[in-house]
């Protein structure tokens, strides 16, 4: 099972896929939203008739909500949970030196 899930392993993977997260999200704060500004959407469409069909087609105009970037985020949390829990890369107690574990210590 692991072999098939190496991909999520590379660090190439994780930075192209944190980047697509990254401009996507840079995408949705340049460009209006329908929650927040329904007014500018509509004002944009009437402004760009074709540009606006594609971007609400692709889903732009509520990129927070679309499918493709809860998908995505969906795909960076199985990421983390592949890296840490399956890998074994997840630190966890041991990492701690044993004065460190007693809470009197953050104090």
């Not at 692991?2 to 994780?14: C, G, M, P």
Request: with cysteine; glycine share 6%.
């Amino acid at each position: 099972m692991k072999k098939y899930l190496t991909l999520f392993q590379d660090v190439k993977f994780n930075i192209y896929l944190f980047s697509v997260l990254a401009a996507s999200s840079v995408l949705g704060t340049l460009i209006p939203q329908m929650r927040e500004a329904p007014d500018n959407v509509q004002t944009f469409t009437a402004a760009h008739p074709s540009l606006g069909l594609v971007f609400e087609k692709i889903g732009f105009f509520n990129i927070y909500y679309s499918w493709w970037f809860i998908a995505l985020l969906s795909l960076m949390a199985f990421n983390v949970i592949v890296c840490k829990i399956v890998f074994g890369k997840y630190p966890g107690p041991r990492t701690f030196k044993e004065g460190e574990k007693n809470a009197a210590f953050i104090a």
